[in-house]
């Protein structure tokens, strides 16, 4: 699959294919985890996403920049880099203040598990690293997430137990850009 699909920088023509892999992958990512019932949250989460891609579009999203993979002229996977979002920061304190985050890495679930993200993550540290950028930091509190962050990455950098709730940590890792690429 991996050789099959294209990394684009997205633009004002692929809003709605945004739409549609936010919508399908994170209720997606919820219902596996057991909380497909939370759909305000879902809502939420789908619409600050797109918040954040709209402001991209407009005006640059204050330091945001987004990668899209495509199949087929669609796109089926999104990811995003731009400054540390709240979970990180009051997780990970001031310790990581200048490190941008690596964000949104969502795949229409009929794509997942076929090298997307992979292709993704690659294109977006390949770039970073030819921007000078040394570090980048991401968070889950999926149990599914945290499980495929730690064979790619390692250990977290901080966990905090029960964070969104009893029993539902999130973790933040701290990365270098070179060592993943």
Not at 39 to 59: C, R, S
Not at 80 to 106: M, Q, W
Not at 141 to 152: E, L, S, T, V, Y
Request: glycine share 10%; with cysteine.
């Amino acid at each position: 699959m991996e050789q099959c699909i294209r990394i684009i920088v997205p633009g004002v023509p692929d809003r709605s294919d945004i739409v549609h892999v936010l919508e399908q992958s994170i209720r997606d990512a919820f219902a596996q985890e057991g909380l497909g019932h939370l759909t305000d949250e879902v809502q939420g989460i789908i619409e600050e996403k797109m918040a954040v891609y709209d402001m991209y579009l407009k005006d640059g999203g204050c330091g945001t920049r987004f990668l899209a993979a495509t199949h087929r002229e669609h796109v089926i996977g999104v990811i995003s880099f731009g400054p540390r979002g709240p979970a990180i920061r009051e997780c990970a304190g001031a310790a990581l203040a200048d490190i941008g985050e690596l964000g949104t890495l969502y795949v229409l679930p009929d794509y997942q598990n076929q090298g997307v993200a992979s292709a993704l993550i690659r294109a977006l540290l390949e770039q970073l690293a030819a921007e000078g950028v040394e570090q980048f930091c991401l968070d889950s509190g999926f149990a599914r997430a945290q499980q495929r962050w730690r064979r790619k990455f390692g250990a977290p950098y901080v966990t905090v137990p029960n964070y969104w709730g009893p029993g539902s940590a999130n973790m933040v890792w701290l990365c270098n850009v070179r060592d993943h690429i």
